[in-house]
């Protein structure tokens, strides 16, 4: 387990882990097969969806069903690609997919647009909550950055509210259909605005009402942590967290610059993989990727996004693969479900189908989350002890591995 000191408490009535782990099970089939035995992909691909999942790396304004922008747009006349949701849905997926993250953050112009009123923001996030928990995510933090809904006049601790009472609303629900999940916040500041502190001590400021963590989002060339030491000072006197997009479009001293303004997290941190290189004598870890791997600082990478930016020639060659054999906390997220046409489920399956993951290296990566979430260190031991693993050991048919 993660020794790092995340401190920021649960911000509402937490989902029992007694009630999880006997969702969870429930699901479970007593005659569950070993993939790891028997060297089945399909078994193991088959057996993904029942499977708790921890995310952590999760955007708002990413996960919109493309049916609901759809009516959302004709409600305010915002003018769309298509106004059908299938065709919509593709639309996304394939203009996300031009090998470069700023055309990536072009997409978010027809989200952000049907995202600037109460009812839209609290739709969506109920929305969100339901499809994470219909493919078995069991705890999940989504960011969001309030000063992008502003533009209809709501101030920003309004749409805070807003996307809090959409996830109250879809953890209700999804707990009444049988799949209870956990969902609590992390704000963003967008690097390229000047609202950071003000976006900062907002986090704070809602710390008992959900919001766990803070966060930079948008483009990292030219937009380091470090041009605000300031904000990041608050935070640790604070005693609240961060986790900090890094090494996504940018190189190894992007992730250089958040480990030092105190990210307990990266968000994506892939072109960490720049700093470790090979020699006869193997592996051999740069000054920053010992840094990152001695103190488990955890990274959100997110394997279809970065393969759409350019992050990644593709999933098999995707360097998580590698980050991961070699020892560093690893975690596998969606990034934006819509932009990538993805869910965790299918990045997982992914990973077993073209990177040759087990059931092992599954079970890793939701510890390693889990571990890593922005909880108090029992709810985390309480949910990898009473969830996760029960769930994988019946999955290798109730055999614990050492």
Known sequence: MSTNEESSPASTEPVGTDEVAESV?????????????????????????????VLLHDHLDGGLRPATIVELAAEIGHELP????????????????????????ETFVHTVAVLQTAPALQRVAREAVLDLAADGVVYAEIRFAPEQHVEQGLT?????????????????????????????????????????QEVAEL??????????????????????????????????????????HAGEAAGTDSVADAVAQGALRLGHGVRLADDVGVDELGDRLGLLAHW???????LEVCPSSNVQTGGAPSIAEHPVTRLHELGFAVTVNTDNRLQSGTSLGRELALLVEQAGWTLHDLEDVAVTAAAHAFVHDDERAALIDTVIRPAYAAARGGRHRA
Not at 171 to 190: E, N, T
């Open 156 to 196: 920003l601790q309004e749409v805070v509210d807003a996307v809090r009472a959409g996830f109250d609303e879809g953890v209700a629900q999804a707990r009444a259909d049988g799949h209870p999940i956990r969902v609590l916040a992390i704000l963003c500041a967008m690097r390229h605005l000047d609202r950071w």
């Open 292 to 298: 990152v791997r001695d103190r488990r600082l955890a």
């Open 25 to 53: 099970a429930d699901e479970q089939t007593s005659d569950a097969q070993e993939p790891d035995d028997t060297g089945s992909v399909e078994a193991l691909v088959a057996l993904i969806p029942s499977l708790p999942k």
């Open 203 to 244: 986090a704070v400021a809602n710390r008992d009402a959900g919001v766990v963590a803070f966060d930079l989002a948008g483009p990292e060339d030219g937009y380091p942590p470090s041009a605000h030491p300031e904000v990041f000072d608050a935070l640790r006197h604070a005693h609240f967290p961060c986790t900090l």
């Open 82 to 105: 298509t106004t059908d949701a299938d065709e919509l849905g593709r639309w996304f997926v394939e203009a996300a997919s031009t090998g470069s993250l700023e055309r990536y953050l």
